[in-house]
């Protein structure tokens, strides 16, 4: 689900080197070099920024604390990095990265097409992974501009599919992120009560995810009459006795990402919250049923729409999302929306979501997958209906 980034990234921002070792990016690093040699390229170019650094992080394990980083990767010889950062700042960014060649830039055009020269490649075949989508026109034009014999295609699907099927270290890193999500709605359970504000919970909520190192937090929520309505920012609306709090919940902790959504009622749930909340299960429990590799995002989104039988409880659940990838990116491939032809990769990561509001009432249910062959694992929990007492 689409969120507010934040301008800069203020969570524990560090690298694990025993979660994620040195050797697998420099594994990753050669089957990029094999994947440029493949397409016939001399070198490909990577581009992120602090809002999505997948395509840079994912080799480098970089990730921009502010602005964005760009990085060359040659078909022989090693990479260079290049980031949005002062000199002084470079030996702060080399502990987040095994890159030795980091450089920093004030203007990306002047410092690329010095880079370029500087390899050899003005008239190179260079292959573009995240450029394209993410780098600002005019700053693209300026380096097209003083490097006119460069040749460049679109390798942002191959990355892609490289990026899709996680290794064992992402997974290790993708679950350790899970159970932060699971940890921190296990604690929020007892701030929900009546006499706190929506905005208490979420702080407390955001806090049970810091003190475990989380460096990025998003939680949109809704409760009362709102619940019936949409997923917000936290305000300072006051929980009563009967009210439902639906919390969604995205956190990153080393560069990975995992989601998950609960829908809270203050005391007991009425008849009606629970028919809701049963129809919402059903969704979740159709689109797992439908979760395996080889599966398409349009298949499983059919198998949600099917679940929940139309009305405005459907209506507003397609336009959260049921879901998509998530990794190295809060929103990655696959897309899991109707008509979506992407497929799931085996030992891919997957969120999938059924927010919704009817008739005043509203339910969220979301829940971060493994998937592996036919058979997936939740590394978020069960996204159950739970009674605060």
């Known amino acids: 689900m689409r969120t507010m980034h934040p301008v800069l990234k203020r969570g524990g921002l560090y690298w694990d080197r025993d979660l994620l070792p040195p050797a697998n990016y420099r594994e990753r690093f050669a089957r990029v070099q094999k994947a440029i040699a493949a397409a016939g390229d001399d070198a490909w170019l990577f581009y992120g920024d602090v809002e999505r650094y997948g395509a840079v992080a994912w080799f480098s394990n970089f990730l921009p604390r502010t602005r964005a980083a760009l990085a060359l990767v040659p078909r022989e010889g090693e990479p260079t990095l290049l980031l ?44 573009l992974a995240g450029v394209e989508e993410l780098l600002p026109m005019k700053a693209w034009s300026e380096i097209a501009a003083a490097l006119p014999g460069l040749r460049t295609r679109s390798r942002t699907g191959e990355l892609n599919a490289m990026r899709a099927r996680k290794d064992e270290c992402e997974i290790a890193a993708i679950r350790a992120t899970g159970a932060i999500v ?64 639906l919390v969604y919940l995205a956190v990153e902790a080393q560069r990975y990402w995992a989601e998950g959504a609960r829908t809270f009622v203050v005391g007991r749930a009425s008849d009606e919250v629970r028919w809701l909340f049963a129809r919402g299960e059903r969704a979740t429990n159709a689109m797992r049923a439908a979760t395996r590799a080889g599966a398409t995002g349009g298949g499983i989104a059919l198998a949600a729409q099917s679940a929940l039988g139309g009305g405005a409880l459907a209506a507003s659940a397609a336009g959260y999302g049921f879901g998509n990838g998530v990794g190295l990116d809060e929103n990655e491939y696959p897309l899991i929306a109707a008509g979506s032809a992407e497929t799931l990769a085996d030992s891919a990561a997957v969120a999938l979501r059924a927010l919704g509001h009817e008739g005043g009432l509203g339910v969220a249910l979301a829940e971060t997958l493994l998937v592996r062959g036919a058979s997936v694992e939740s590394l978020t929990g069960a996204p159950g209906l739970i009674e605060c007492l």
Request: contains cysteine.
């Open 182 to 245: 699971r940890k921190a709605f296990e604690e929020c359970a007892a701030s929900i009560k009546p006499g706190r504000t929506m905005r208490e919970v979420t702080a407390e909520l955001d806090r049970a995810c810091r003190v475990r190192a989380a460096e990025d937090v998003r939680v949109m929520a809704a409760s009362g009459e709102q619940a019936g309505q949409s997923l917000r920012p936290a305000d300072d609306r006051v929980l009563k006795s009967g009210d439902s709090a």
């Open 84 to 127: 949005a950062v002062g000199l002084r700042d470079v030996p702060a960014a080399k502990t987040l990265t095994w890159v030795d060649d980091v450089r920093p830039y004030g203007n990306l055009p002047k410092s690329l097409a010095a880079l370029i020269e500087e390899r050899g490649l003005t008239a190179a075949r260079v292959g």
